[in-house]
């Protein structure tokens, strides 16, 4: 039994977490056709006999389902609207589901051109890292109608272990900066607490230790301060990544809707002179060094 | 089997936390003698066949071990300096466990007076409020040499279920210290990312469900999250306490140490925004009205 045996999926994007995805989708009997802009990657796919396209246009032009998953909002862009892009060379009806962090505006304005066209926009942007793309565990939010969300909720089943249709289209974005909010203030949190702890000559394994279990537990505490521990900032996610996240939930929350947001921006510009100190492509959790310069 | 048969304890302070703990220990066969302010909390524990003494010195005369659990530095200073003080009554080799939340400075004061007088100094804060306290299932965060752990370490087992060895005297309390950090922030980047999702038309509960089990997830995002959508702020940890616990963090970290903790500062000011606003004896999870606010 394959879950999705004769679907029709494009899948455009093939870095470290788009190559296991539509892997998994493979496997689970999609019939995939691949288009990524790395000519290597793309022959390493053909090598293992997963049709391939020349252009996101190409890729798309047979599928009932595109699914988008490439590095940010540029990116996005060239694939969608782009020379030769999905929109010139999708059929209507086609469903166009972006599984990358994107801003909730550019998210609006991709969903509009898409139905211009005649087809259907769905926003799912996931949590868990290269791991959960792999394993496929990973989390899901998916911003979609009813209909909509029912007619690839089978597809998300096969990436993901846990698919959260959070409400309409956006919403999925919205979840996720709600996340990256959530995620780079708890870093800070940790890195600040962690900071007065061995100051004033505590070990902080046994502080994690006696912190487990309590009010100040979370997944944060558990993996990102054992990173912190070990000073072991190999990304995971990266510096740069958090502060883009952080800075688009702020153009959305204060600069769209007019709700403040201090804490999110007091993160920001933590992360930012973590930037200027040269490592920003470090693990956020490194963001702990903020608080050892003088 | 009773775990502390024939044990000598004093017990000061019977509020909320200190009641069913005292009890706890009567349980498990500690000879106990109990002193509060509360005369009538007093006569209640003689009505159910406690020894209660008048004074803190009184109490601590025949005692091996004098735990206090009193509510804040002010109160503890007046039980253990004050006249008819536990360093008035109390013998030498005598070990005093504060379990309460005193700031760091105040314990080493506190230290010093009861080594002066023969003792022994323990600190000993808790979390897990006053359904831990009645389980049993406190976590406990110690501050005492190896060999004055090893002597009441089974005092903290009738108490706790995770009774962590922090350090030497004073590292229960940096613990603690740093638990609130955490616990004051996390809540402040909760309550920042509901308001912004809320804002944009996200039902609150598919949030937390979206976020549940990725990065972004805690003990705060479940427990106090569910306050807020609930919007329950019946206490638990009172926004007034939260506010103190940050305040001595901050006088300790940048006062004594000189490491600046910028999201523990703007945190205790957003407290401080919901006490002007008459919310401080609301739950710590009030936060969130700060945000919806003009």
Redesign the interface.
């Given at each position: 039994m394959t879950a999705l045996s004769g679907e029709n999926i494009a899948f455009i994007g093939l870095g470290l977490m788009g190559r296991p995805m539509a892997l998994n989708l493979e496997k689970a009997g999609a019939v995939l056709t691949v288009n990524t802009r790395n000519p290597e990657t793309l022959n390493a796919f053909e090598d293992i006999g997963i049709a391939t396209a020349g252009t996101p246009a190409d890729a798309a032009a047979e599928a009932d389902i595109v699914i988008i998953c490439v590095a940010d909002t540029v990116a996005l862009e060239n694939v969608l609207l782009g020379e030769d892009g999905i929109i010139d060379g999708m059929e209507e009806d086609t469903i166009v589901i972006d599984m990358g962090t994107t801003s909730?505006e550019a998210t609006r304005r991709f969903a509009d051109a898409v139905e211009e066209a005649g087809g259907t926009w769905i926003d799912a942007p996931v949590?868990?890292g290269t791991q959960g793309a792999e394993n496929g565990t990973l989390?899901i939010?998916v911003g979609a109608s009813k209909e909509d969300f029912a007619r690839v909720h089978r597809v998300f089943d096969v990436l993901g272990?846990?698919v959260?249709?959070?409400?309409d289209v956006?919403?999925g974005q919205?979840?996720k900066?709600?996340?990256q909010?959530?995620?780079g203030?708890?870093i800070?949190?940790?890195a600040?607490?962690?900071?007065?702890?061995d100051?004033?000559?505590?070990?902080l394994e046994?502080?994690r230790?006696?912190?487990?279990?309590?009010?100040?537990?979370?997944?944060?505490?558990q993996?990102?301060g054992e990173r912190m521990i070990e000073r072991n900032f190999e990304p995971g996610?990266k510096v740069v990544t958090q502060r883009k996240d952080l800075f688009q939930?702020l153009e959305?929350?204060e600069g769209e809707?007019g709700?403040?947001?201090?804490?999110?921006r007091?993160?920001m510009e933590?992360y930012d002179e973590l930037i200027h100190m040269g490592d920003g492509d470090l693990d956020h959790s490194a963001l702990i060094k903020v608080?050892e310069e003088d």
């Open positions: 909730v949590s868990g989390s939010m272990a846990r959260t249709h959070v409400g956006s919403s919205i979840a900066a709600a996340n909010m959530i995620v203030i708890t800070g949190a940790v600040e607490a962690f900071s007065m702890a100051e004033a000559g505590v070990e046994k502080l230790s006696a912190l487990t279990g309590g009010f100040a537990d979370s997944a944060i505490l993996k990102h996610g939930a959305f929350s809707m709700v403040e947001l201090p804490i999110t007091l993160a933590l608080y």
